[in-house]
């Protein structure tokens, strides 16, 4: 096996020396089949984790609560005294719960673990002589990757070619500072904080770009060496888990109470203090619903991966909670509201105009000559006949360029690898015959672009090995850097008049919603060129030549349009934050239905940076479209927001905008163009860097905890109606409704899957139409506790009525009763779970296909209850020998009752309200 430990001192040598130990071609990268082979001789690219909890201490941990030991001390003190079949049965009903939820967190931990794999670090990998994404699990020593500002370094590598590049390497060496990177070889007992040729895994490249050598993966990185064996990660409770588990406390303390109660009544009647003090703790045990926990774990991993579908992968739990309840959400344009495929229409030089046709990233396209009247005719310009300037311009494009035309091997068609906006130059340049790729120039030194310079620079050797400046960037900013002007083949001085015409025709096409970037040169550079860094810091970007404008246009995409005005129905308000031209971000904002036509122009980071805090907080409400902003411009309008007492989500990709995404409610990564820096600092990340799949992820976010509320609803009501039938029954002097074993065989039967079912509800079709939730609003609201309380009291009326109807106050009646109240108690919960499906919707308009699952665990859970009914060998156990004599036709009807109740108050409520709101949106969920 090759030896890649750190003691191979890498950075003491020549990198053409450590690609010749590494058998690396580093123009071409690995072969498939070579990569392959590495990876299966070094193993994955990742730390070792300690190994997971086994299962049997998993499913001990389901029998750690006190009132369950109580239990089996109880059982096992009846078993003690001779009464085998009901201790034998308690304890089979308490492993067989145990089981259940055993099974229950399992399937949510493992629904989890496959959410978590997809958001799995990937790195740029040079293989079979192309750019790959790939996992980073699956790099290999030898590997060539490529490093760009926010990218996490995937594993340990030497440098090959940096150009201004930066690392903070704070995780490894406690250097707070980001560190200067180069490729020069350094002696070799430097230390680990200054060995500025190498890159470390777990560090983050915070400016520059970069290629490197894989040098060591894994544990054989200088991160694994200190790591050792990582600490299993311990998963912590999110806020809502935490505030059901402090109800869970609160209701276990009055259901206690309650129980005293009722056992002390029986105690005072001189009934068997061993069988009262067993049903009281049955009771107890079956009142708290301790399966909350694995039900509101498994909603939450069925509707993340309900997000997942609609391409919103959430990186941490606790924002599916805030999802439902965000007001604004401040939205990149490019790419997120447009379609993200840029393409040049317009090109305008010192003295002629061109139309480019052509779509999306297929290299076929013309040159058509814009007439000198409006009212003439376009001519198109054959490739050969291109003006001087026109190929110069697109040649800048070209070079001063990181992206890549290439066609898919898999289905043939055209793709572009790197930013749409270079990737839209590039395709121009393709069209007139000038492909980078195919006739490569020595790069001697880079700039890159970066949001406060708003521009890009890349030196590069002509065809006389003369060294040439190509700069892109911003017309407002580039034009202030330029001092002269290219007309035909000729260099002139660029005059205010010329200045003023250029501004012109830059509103002109940004007025027309088209992008304009300003191309320029300069080739009288005095640098060095055979260093890279050296040249790289020789480079100014001032007294350039000025060439021309591009404009080019990413349409909006089509479902964004109906995005945004679920949005509005939803009373969620979308903003526009953009780097743009303030016309071209206006005219996009109106056509989406961001900014009304009303509702004037896009405010500009110049004039934000003209207002204080204070003032743009209480401006922020009415701005609907920011343009030509900062990452810094970002992170105060979150504030500005959040000053406002709103939830904000916001979008970011590039490294900058990690602190504006932080400090959002929901920050919000570009899963396509995002840095890796951004998705750390997110909580949510968009597969598809799609609008509407934030609006989709609002809207699911909303149909969770509707669905966390529709289960903890069912349960507390089920759970009130058993303690009310209990205590009303001692209160009343009637022997016990229900037996321990039958408590705990109800409790089992009911709370289990149909609370899962109520899980995978899919959201309500009104859920957009109604205000988000309060933040802060609690799970259980005061008008729906009401609810929960009338809900349970229905139950156990009808429970006691059946009783009443069988038992007159004889020990004969008393089994047949008890049979009554053990099938009314289950059939009745069972009916009700169809209740709680919605708040304002009855079963019929519901339907059965919505959600199958919940038919199909009310079918078992009833096939369950007849089975220990009717089955002999059961009916000794539950008592329930008098089940050919029970009142069926009652059971029936009274079962049916609360259910019915429930869904004709929908039926009366809807129609008492469209009576006084006609034409009003139906409410919020309670």
Not at 48 to 73: C, G, H, M, S, Y
Not at 182 to 189: A, L
Request: glycine share 6%.
């Amino acid at each position: 096996m090759m030896d890649v430990r750190a003691s191979h001192l890498w950075h003491a040598r020549d990198a053409a020396d450590i690609a010749r130990e590494l058998n690396s071609d580093f123009s071409r990268g690995l072969r498939a089949a070579e990569a392959a082979r590495r990876l299966a001789e070094h193993g994955p690219n990742r730390l070792a984790e300690a190994p997971p909890d086994p299962w049997w201490r998993k499913l001990a941990a389901q029998f750690r609560d006190l009132v369950i030991w109580i239990l089996i001390a109880a059982a096992i003190i009846a078993g003690a005294i001779g009464e085998w079949i009901d201790a034998g049965a308690i304890l089979a009903i308490v492993v067989l719960n145990g089981l259940v939820g055993y099974l229950q967190e399992a399937r949510a931990e493992k629904a989890l673990a496959s959410l978590k794999s997809l958001s799995s670090p990937h790195a740029r990998a040079m293989r079979d002589g192309a750019v790959a994404l790939i996992e980073a699990a699956e790099l290999v020593p030898g590997d060539r990757i490529e490093l760009e500002a926010g990218d996490h370094v995937p594993a340990d590598a030497r440098l090959v070619e940096a150009f201004a590049l930066q690392a903070q390497e704070a995780a490894l060496t406690g250097e707070s500072a980001p560190v200067n990177k180069s490729t020069k070889s350094v002696d070799q007992d430097t230390s680990l904080a200054e060995r500025t040729n190498m890159v470390f895994m777990g560090t983050v490249i915070t400016a520059g770009k970069a290629a490197a050598l894989v040098t060591g993966t894994g544990m054989a990185t200088e991160l694994g060496a200190i790591a050792g064996l990582l600490a299993h990660e311990e998963r912590e409770p999110t806020p809502l888990q935490r505030r059901l588990a402090d109800l869970g406390r609160t209701l276990l303390y009055v259901c206690l109470t309650l129980v005293a109660i009722i056992f002390a009544l029986h105690v005072a009647r001189g009934e068997d203090k061993f069988q009262v003090f067993l049903l009281a703790v049955s009771l107890a045990v079956a009142a708290v619903p301790e399966g909350l926990p694995a039900v509101v774990t498994m909603t939450l991993a069925v509707g993340l991966r309900r997000m997942v579908r609609r391409n919103a992968l959430v990186r941490k739990l606790p924002s599916v909670e805030t999802l439902g309840a965000v007001t604004v959400i401040c939205s990149d344009k490019t790419g997120t509201l447009t379609r993200n495929e840029m393409t040049v229409r317009r090109v305008v030089l010192a003295n002629a105009e061109f139309d480019v046709t052509g779509g999306g990233y297929q290299p076929r396209g013309e040159f058509i000559a814009r007439p000198a009247s409006r009212n003439g005719a376009g001519k198109p310009v054959d490739r050969a006949d291109l003006p001087s300037e026109l190929r110069l311009l697109l040649e800048i494009a070209a070079y001063c360029n990181h992206a890549q035309l290439r066609q898919n091997p898999e289905h043939g068609g055209w793709e572009i690898i790197g930013d749409p906006t270079e990737g839209a130059l590039v395709v121009a340049a393709r069209k007139a015959g000038i492909d980078p790729q195919a006739n490569a120039r020595r790069v001697l030194g880079a700039l890159p672009f970066d949001s406060q310079r708003k521009m890009m620079s890349v030196a590069v050797a002509d065809a006389d090995g003369k060294p040439v400046m190509f700069t892109k960037g911003a017309p407002d900013v580039l034009l202030a850097r330029c001092k002269f002007e290219r007309v035909g083949e000729e260099v002139v001085p660029l005059d205010h008049e010329r200045r003023a015409a250029i501004e012109r025709a830059n509103a002109d096409m940004a007025a027309g919603a088209l992008r304009v970037l300003a191309l320029a040169y300069r080739d009288d550079l005095a640098i060095d060129d055979h260093d890279a860094d050296a040249a790289t810091a020789q480079l100014a970007e001032e007294n350039l030549v000025f060439v021309g404008l591009v404009g080019m246009i990413d349409p909006p995409r089509d479902e964004v349009k109906v995005a945004v005005a679920q949005c509005r129905a939803a009373g969620v308000r979308p903003v526009m934050i953009t780097g743009d031209h303030p016309a071209t971000a206006a005219a996009i904002a109106r056509e989406l239905g961001v900014l009304d036509h009303a509702a004037g122009d896009a405010v500009t980071g110049r004039e934000l940076d003209a207002l204080d805090d204070r003032a743009l907080a209480e401006r922020v409400p009415e701005i609907s479209v920011y343009a030509r902003v900062t990452a810094e411009h970002k992170l105060r309008v979150v504030r500005a927001w959040q000053k406002n007492r709103h939830i904000v989500a916001m979008t970011g990709d590039g490294v900058n905008d990690a602190p504006a995404v932080k400090a959002a409610d929901i920050g919000i990564a570009m899963g396509i163009t995002g840095t890796d820096v951004t998705k750390e600092a997110s909580d949510m990340v968009l597969m598809d860097d799609n609008f509407a799949s934030i609006v989709s992820a609002v809207e699911e976010g909303r149909g969770i905890f509707d669905n966390i509320r529709k289960a903890v609803h069912y349960l507390l009501s089920c759970n009130a109606s058993e303690v009310l039938v209990m205590f009303v029954a001692a209160v009343a002097g009637w022997p016990a409704p229900l037996l321990p074993v039958q408590i705990l065989w109800i409790n089992l039967v009911t709370d289990g899957l149909p609370a899962l079912a109520l899980g995978l509800e899919p959201p309500e079709r009104d859920v957009m139409h109604h205000p988000p939730r309060p933040a802060r609003e609690p799970v259980i609201t005061r008008d729906r506790g009401l609810f929960i309380v009338v809900h349970g009291c229905l139950m156990a009326a009808a429970v006691l009525v059946g009783f009443g109807l069988v038992y007159d106050g004889t020990d004969a009646t008393e089994p047949r009763a008890r049979h009554t109240a053990f099938c009314l108690m289950a059939f009745t919960q069972l009916a009700y779970a169809f209740a709680c499906r919605s708040p304002r919707r009855t079963l019929p308009e519901l339907g059965v296909r919505t959600n199958v699952p919940m038919f199909a665990a009310i079918a078992i859970s009833t096939s369950l209850q007849l089975l220990v009914v009717f089955l002999p060998s059961a009916q000794t156990v539950f008592q329930t020998q008098a089940a050919a004599e029970a009142p069926w036709l009652w059971i029936v009807v009274l079962a049916l009752t609360p259910v019915t109740v429930v869904e004709v108050g929908k039926l009366l409520y809807s129609a008492r309200r469209n009576r006084r709101h006609p034409s009003a949106n139906p409410p919020a969920s309670n």
